[in-house]
């Protein structure tokens, strides 16, 4: 089949970029809040098993229609199902993406905005970061000016390409995540009285298993493997047949369980040693953990460093969201694919400003639930749009889509034994399904 697009240069390079994808703030940001308020270790291990039973078969479905088709996420359906209405999954993908992407990338700019304020000294033992960050999160010139620039790079990157773009992006971006997540979380372990936190997030108390904890857990490996979106359909799309996308799977579900993993070992042991409380909810990163560090020695060097691979981390996510954008506008016009970028980009952006304002300026706007612009745009996205999506992925490939080409198209490239195949279907046919489920109506209020 003749090629319209760029592909990845080597299976390295399309598992790191995929990995990217699914690294992104729902296992730095995300995970140690959510541990934290549902008994770190407990939850840990729910989550875990979530992500082999639920997330990872969802998530080999959407490589499967990406090979399969060689094309977007729209026409992947279209060249599987044609005539039929599957391709509005695709679509449904695309929106996604664009309006999760545009808020999205206001958390990004408050992660340059820390930076930028712990380079040039604003940040200290002393800062009350809990009025350091609602002031900075109101100010709408900071808001908006970090915002644009964390698209600007995003941009950037995915306008390049695949192979030249954001390949190459996470290849050195990537390792270098890992390797900073290692030394940070070395520091952390070797405080005096850090084994309390290694306790809180390893060793697992039953006192906390409740129905919710459950259900968090589930919904935390659901996101982090950026399931749901179509956003793996288009990455697989530029995939190689000799390339194994079990195995593939399994080392993108490793990477994301490891940097989760490390994220919480970089954070409980601080946290614990300094006396404050896991449960912090969503401004640990940004309240509690800069406040932790600030009593360490080299405290604030060491959190600018972390903040750097909460950017590397969140980055990587937002070049996939663009991308599966992208590779549906330039479909066989890779000559427009720069122009189409900063268009769509830039579209992003300005539609983003009210979720940058909704903290400040725009704080008096409610909408669903009483909920600002923002936290309406999260809820929508992450309780409705992404399990919706991930339901329609598992149900076409279980059911609209034969066996036999699902089979021959997943076992392409692998020497694994084909009874990995026949449990991945069975996961993907009624676990993964029912699973879903559960979460989208737990995501709605009605469970």
């Known amino acids: 089949m003749k090629?319209?697009?760029?592909?990845?240069?080597?299976?390295?390079?399309?598992?790191?970029?995929?990995?990217?994808?699914?690294?992104?703030?729902?296992?730095?940001?995300?995970?140690?809040?959510?541990?934290?308020?549902?008994?770190?270790?407990?939850?840990?291990?729910?989550?875990?098993v979530m992500t082999f039973l639920v997330a990872a078969p969802v998530l080999i479905a959407e490589f499967v229609i990406g090979r399969h088709s060689r094309h977007n996420a729209i026409q992947a359906f279209h060249r599987i199902r044609p005539g039929s209405a599957w391709p509005l999954v695709g679509w449904l993908g695309v929106i996604t993406c664009f309006v999760l992407l545009s808020f999205y990338s206001v958390v990004g700019g408050w992660v340059i905005a820390y930076l930028y304020h712990g380079l040039i000294g604003d940040l200290s033992a002393g800062t009350d970061y809990g009025n350091f960050f609602g002031a900075?999160?109101?100010n709408p010139t900071e808001a908006v000016l970090f915002q644009?620039?964390?698209?600007?790079?995003?941009?950037?990157?995915?306008?390049?390409?695949?192979?030249?773009?954001i390949e190459k992006a996470n290849k050195y971006m990537m390792p270098a995540l890992f390797v900073m997540f290692l030394l940070l979380a070395v520091r952390s372990l070797t405080l005096p009285g850090a084994w309390q936190g290694v306790?809180?997030?390893?060793?697992?108390?039953?006192?906390?298993?409740?129905?919710?904890?459950?259900?968090?857990?589930?919904?935390?490996a659901f996101f982090a493997l950026s399931i749901g979106v179509s956003v793996m359909i288009t990455y697989a799309s530029y995939l190689r047949d000799d390339y194994d996308l079990l195995r593939s799977a399994n080392s993108i579900v490793w990477m994301n369980l490891a940097i989760s993993l490390l994220a919480g070992l970089v954070i409980f042991p601080a946290?614990?040693?300094?006396?404050?409380?896991?449960?912090?909810?969503?401004?640990?990163?940004?309240v509690i953990l800069p406040a932790?560090?600030?009593?360490?020695?080299?405290?604030?060097?060491?959190?600018?460093?972390?903040?750097?691979?909460?950017?590397?981390?969140?980055?990587?996510?937002?070049?996939?969201?663009?991308?599966?954008?992208?590779?549906?506008?330039?479909?066989?016009?890779?000559h427009t694919r720069a122009r189409y970028t900063r268009a769509i980009g830039s579209a992003i952006f300005l539609c983003g400003i009210p979720s940058a304002l909704s903290f400040g300026r725009l704080a008096d706007i409610k909408l669903i639930?009483?909920?600002?612009?923002?936290?309406?745009?999260?809820?929508?996205?992450?309780?409705w749009s992404m399990p919706l999506g991930a339901l329609l992925i598992a149900v076409f490939t279980a059911w609209a889509w034969r066996k036999n080409a699902v089979r021959q198209e997943a076992m392409t490239g692998s020497t694994l034994p084909v009874w990995l195949f026949n449990l991945w279907y069975f996961l993907v046919c009624y676990l993964a399904p029912l699973a879903i489920i559960v979460v989208f109506l737990h995501g709605i209020g009605i469970i």
């Open 292 to 334: 932790v560090f600030a009593k360490l020695p080299l405290g604030v060097p060491l959190f600018v460093v972390f903040m750097v691979l909460v950017l590397f981390a969140t980055l990587t996510s937002a070049f996939s969201m663009l991308e599966n954008i992208v590779a549906v506008l330039a479909y066989k016009k890779p």
């Open 148 to 165: 644009g620039l964390f698209m600007v790079a995003t941009i950037y990157v995915v306008s390049a390409g695949i192979s030249q773009g």
């Open 3 to 48: 090629k319209t697009h760029d592909n990845w240069t080597s299976r390295l390079g399309f598992i790191l970029s995929a990995a990217g994808s699914a690294i992104g703030l729902g296992a730095i940001w995300k995970f140690p809040y959510t541990a934290g308020t549902h008994g770190g270790a407990l939850f840990f291990l729910f989550f875990t």
């Open 136 to 138: 900075m999160i109101a």
């Open 271 to 286: 946290v614990f040693v300094l006396g404050y409380q896991p449960d912090q909810g969503p401004g640990l990163i940004f």
């Open 369 to 383: 639930g009483e909920r600002g612009i923002f936290d309406t745009l999260d809820h929508l996205v992450t309780g």
């Open 199 to 220: 306790v809180f997030l390893l060793k697992p108390d039953w006192s906390y298993f409740t129905g919710e904890t459950l259900l968090a857990a589930l919904g935390q």
